[in-house]
């Protein structure tokens, strides 16, 4: 298992911008897999939560090593206009400006994507997440071709508090995936 702070993220939000193309991420996180001896490269996955569901998403679109993608509560697209003050402050801070942060947020739309979305996918998302600004992901299960829909009725964002009712079906299912 590899888990990275990607641009703009975790560790790195303070030095870095936000990647709107973060296959190029996973691609370059793949490609420095690929340079240890051992590792099975043929049964790669990511999951990604949040904003890393989006990005899940878009590496399952363009990054042909991948086997799987699991899209926890990530946005189907954005909508500037909408998004809540805390969502789009963090934004210009991370991106370097308001008008850079929109310009990031207008960006992020799986609407062409969706239905390139060949390999499995999972989407994996509570019923309670109403984030203003955000269409939620439930409309990439139904437009990538080889989606599930794993709607956990009572979950927020992030489902942290439903983690029984996700977490463990969300583990088999890559399994079974990549086994």
Sequence with gaps: MLAIDGPGQ?????????????HRVVGRALDALAAHDGLDLARTAVVGLSLGGYY???A???ESRLRAAVAV?????????GVVPFVSETLAQRCGGPEAARAFVERLDLTGLAPTITLPLLV???GEDRIPGVTNATVLAEHA?????????HGNHLL????PDWLPATADWLTARLA
């Design 10 to 22: 975790g560790v790195l939000a303070a030095t870095s911008a936000p990647e709107p193309d973060y």
């Design 56 to 58: 899940a998403a878009m």
């Design 60 to 62: 399952a679109a363009h």
């Design 73 to 81: 509560s990530g946005p189907y697209r954005l909508d500037w206009a």
């Design 124 to 126: 994996v998302e509570g």
């Design 145 to 153: 071709p080889n989606a599930e829909l794993l709607l956990v009725p």
């Design 160 to 163: 942290g508090t439903a983690l």
